[in-house]
Nanobody, 124 residues
Framework: QVQLVESGGGLVQAGGSLRLSCAGS????????MGWFRQAPGKEREFVAA????????NYADSVKGRFTISRDNANKTMFLQMNSLTPEDTAVYYC?????????????????WGQGTQVTVSS
């Protein structure tokens, strides 16, 4: 199994920034594509961003493109989501996940392993 743990969430004012981290326990984490998802109260889980196993390919939802940056550090088995210019609409629980699509993970890719999530709250 792959265990993923998100961290870095918290309360931030609109316009502020946060950096989320996703730490994996798998020794072969670099063999997975990875992605970030979020779910707000009363809403369905939505795709945020994804990154290929090598980090060379990235994919962003239109709602976060230009504000969020996904990256990974395979040596330390960690993935990051840098979130800038946050708005209240970004308030949600953020989840990281691994994908079987190694090169081009997207919203429709299969995501097999999930973390427990970290809360991000953006106040007005």
């Amino acid at each position: 199994q792959v265990q993923l743990v998100e961290s870095g969430g918290g309360l931030v004012q609109a316009g502020g920034s946060l950096r989320l981290s996703c730490a994996g326990s798998a020794r072969t984490l670099s063999r997975y594509g990875m992605g970030w998802f979020r779910q707000a109260p009363g809403k369905e889980r939505e795709f945020v961003a994804a990154i290929s196993w090598s980090g060379r390919n990235t994919n962003y939802a239109d709602s976060v493109k230009g504000r969020f940056t996904i990256s990974r550090d395979n040596a330390n088995k960690t993935m990051f989501l840098q979130m800038n210019s946050l708005t209240p609409e970004d308030t949600a629980v953020y989840y990281c996940a691994t994908s079987s699509d190694l090169e081009y993970p997207d919203p429709h890719s299969r995501y097999d392993y999930w973390g427990q999530g970290t809360q991000v709250t953006v106040s007005s």
